[in-house]
């Protein structure tokens, strides 16, 4: 950062929201924020954002933030000091520790704080409790994504970057509501389209604003996406159109996997999913036209029983038709939060070290143990969503949760609730008292980024460093000053690190993948995109020449399928949720943006004309949905964006439309991410407009 004028700072930064990675300069005046001015310089943006990244900083002054570490009292919160709060945590952690062991302490690190932060997390979990109970939001998730991409051709990323998605010739979008969750993502595909060398293709059920741009847009029922992508692939082989001279020199399993398909016939397909053959077949016709294929997916396909397996379906589609490795070409699973790809990327999951590295093989842990100067577990941990499960059968004991609101954000969220009542100590870093912070027994007061120094990670792997614009308010502290007290408390032998730059030189010699990464190569907005050499060569296109796998040759991984949810013939609404654009997750930032909070002071359940008719819903009727584990009440919006028996209820609302409230207990075959998507209900009317 530097000075313009005497008193005005103009900062680099980059955006707090989504995953996108929009970086700019931020203007402030002391704690004012006097604007946000994008820069061509921006590797991701240029000169673009959107509502959020423009205006929605002002929960950084919000009444609301937490200035000072709390202590439970009964049924309330007293302030207290940095050390006394230090203490009851170290101490309250030692004791579950020494009682039930290390397994029944788990660490959620968060998916907004920086890599720094989440690579101390889990370094808080694995070297001074000794656990691998360390998990982020992606099981919530992309995880599903991550899991397809690891089978087929080898990391669980985006495989190319913005760039290479705004020259495909084709650009399928399936399960994603791009134009709402990843907004200046969408801009590039709009652009491409709107100068016509670019073809749009939208699967989704619900006609969003993606959607009315599209080409062509299928719309399968609920849940079956995979049985269209997979009827499509076997058109695809039966027409004889695909990649041969590719599948023969990089790819494996091509026979087994075509036998795989067999039961995938036309018939079948529209059978199963509803979707016309014809469009199906012209969906083929243009892929095979196409020079180059980008697929971009989201929580459409990973929030499902099957997300996983769809996952499969989409990369072996892009292997069996050669769009891997080649500029426009590749495998886009949109990440929803700023740093949700970085938590995972540095280590936060109870599967991997940082740099996805496996807590099972004992060569790399015998490595981090010469790092780290202590014995690591060797156990896979818990997951997120395995958290509830856990503290009812008395196995988790304690929980410490760095910025999440996982009673609000959790599947089935009354059940967390309840779960949380009953721990033994819960400790709770953020910047807001949020709904899980109400259960804290220690609530310590963190700082978000325009006041701290850091890097997040986009999804497209691109490593962003961003600077501090303000001081922290009042007595909050950054994420990473936090956790290193802990440890310190609890007589961790770690450094004393004065700098983030410090915990990234550290990451980088823990995980290959970030061998090169150092701050000097990370200043203003030069970006790395990872896997980074030692010499600092990063590859923002991967598989140009081999795969990341032990062979260097992708997987075609045959698809085995659950099919959604059939509950109770007496739920009969099919419950979908997702983005607003002004409004972000579970809002606790944008609903305390002023300007964003009176443009969309509420959420709407939208519900189709054809259901309205029959239901006598107008505009502004409050309904009552009930799910097999939990009600909402809210207001409907009559809309053709959504079809038949399916209603859409925005994810960002607080108090009565919270969606969690309704999900259920789903989950993904391979991941356990929850199936979010997949969620039934009942209407009753409550009163009408
Ligand atoms: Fe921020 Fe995403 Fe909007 Fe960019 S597109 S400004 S990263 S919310």
């Known amino acids: ?52 990244g423009k205006f929605g900083w002002d929960f950084v002054n919000h009444p609301d933030r937490l200035t000072t570490p709390l202590i439970r009292e009964g049924d309330h919160f007293r302030p207290a000091s940095w050390d006394e709060a230090l203490s009851v945590v170290a101490e309250r952690l030692f004791d579950v520790k020494s009682r039930y062991g290390p397994d029944a302490v788990m660490f959620i690190a968060s998916s907004k704080a920086s890599n720094e932060e989440a690579y101390l997390t889990q370094k808080l979990a694995r070297t001074v409790i000794g656990t691998n109970n360390v998990d982020n939001d992606s099981t919530y998730c992309q995880d599903p994504a991550t899991y397809g991409l690891r089978q ?23 399960g994603s509501n791009t134009a709402e969750s990843h ?42 996406d995979p049985v269209w992508l997979l009827g499509l692939s076997k058109y695809l082989a039966d027409q004889k159109w695909l990649a041969y001279d590719f599948l023969a020199s990089r790819v494996e399993g091509l026979e087994e996997y075509l036998e795989s398909l067999a039961p995938y016939s036309l018939d079948y397909t529209e059978t ?45 589609l892009l292997l069996l038709t050669g769009n891997f490795g080649r500029p426009g070409t590749g495998a886009y699973p949109l990440r929803g939060h700023n740093n949700v790809q970085g938590a995972s990327d540095f280590g936060a999951k109870p599967l991997f070290f940082p740099g996805y590295q496996d807590v099972r093989d004992p060569a790399i842990r015998r490595r981090l143990e010469a790092l780290w100067q202590v014995p690591l577990p060797s156990e ?19 929980l410490y949760i760095v910025g999440e609101d996982t009673a609000v954000v959790d599947a089935d969220a009354r059940d967390a609730r309840d779960a949380f009542s009953r721990l033994d100590f819960l400790v709770v870093q953020d910047i807001f008292l949020t709904k899980t912070a109400q259960y804290a027994d220690v609530v310590l007061p963190a700082s978000p980024s325009l006041e701290k120094e850091g890097t997040f990670t986009n999804t497209e792997r691109r490593i962003q460093h961003f600077y501090p614009a303000m001081e922290p308010l009042g007595d909050s502290w950054p994420d990473w000053k936090i956790l290193q007290a802990v440890a310190h408390r609890m007589g961790a032998n770690w450094p004393e690190y004065i700098h983030p730059r410090e915990i990234m030189a550290e990451a980088a010699q823990a995980a290959p993948l970030f061998a090169g990464v150092n701050y000097d190569r990370l200043d203003g907005y030069h970006t790395l995109v990872w896997p980074v050499k030692a010499d600092g060569q990063d590859e923002p296109l991967l598989y140009r020449e081999r795969f990341h796998t032990p062979s260097g040759k992708a997987r075609l991984v045959p698809v085995h399928l659950q099919g959604p949810n059939h509950e109770a013939p007496s739920f009969d609404l099919h419950v979908n949720n997702g983005q607003l654009l002004e409004h972000f997750h579970e809002g606790n930032l944008t609903y ?29 009727t409050w309904v009552r949905l009930t799910s097999p584990t939990g009600w909402v009440e809210v207001p409907v919006l009559v809309t053709d964006r959504v079809r038949g028996t399916t209603v859409y209820l925005p994810m960002n609302a607080v108090g009565t439309g919270a969606i969690n409230d309704l999900t259920g207990t789903g989950i993904d075959t391979h991941t356990k991410t929850p199936a979010y998507k997949d969620t039934v209900a009942y209407l009753e009317v409550i009163r009408r407009a």
Not at 13 to 26: E, L, Q, W
Not at 152 to 159: I, M
């Open 152 to 174: 087929t051709v080898g990391y669980g990323a985006d495989s190319g970057t913005i760039q290479d998605v705004a020259a495909a010739a084709l650009v399928l979008i399936i």
């Open 183 to 224: 907004p200046v993502f969408a801009t590039r595909v709009k652009r491409s389209h709107k100068l016509g060398h670019q073809k749009l293709v939208v699967v989704d059920i619900r006609r969003h604003e993606m959607a009315e741009r599209a080409d062509l847009f299928i719309s399968p029922r609920p849940g079956t």
């Open 272 to 316: 199963v999913t509803g979707v016309p053959r014809d469009l199906t077949m012209k969906v083929a016709q243009m892929i095979h036209d196409a020079p180059s294929l980008a697929i971009l997916w989201a929580m459409g396909i990973t929030q499902q029983r099957d997300g996983s397996e769809a996952s499969l379906a989409i990369a072996n």
């Open 1 to 52: 950062s530097h000075l313009r004028r005497a008193d005005i700072r103009v900062t680099k930064t980059v955006c707090t929201y989504c995953g996108v990675g929009c970086s700019f300069d931020i203007w402030t005046k002391g704690r004012q924020i006097l604007k946000v001015q994008p820069t061509v310089e921006a590797p991701t943006n240029g000169i673009s954002t959107c509502v959020k």
């Open 592 to 620: 305390r943006v002023p300007g964003i909070q009176t443009l969309v002071p509420q959420v709407f359940l939208e519900v189709s004309p054809e259901l309205a008719r029959e239901r006598d819903l107008t505009d502004g």
């Open 380 to 398: 896979p941990g818990l997951n997120n969503q395995e958290i509830a499960g856990a503290i009812h059968q008395g196995r988790l004991k304690a």
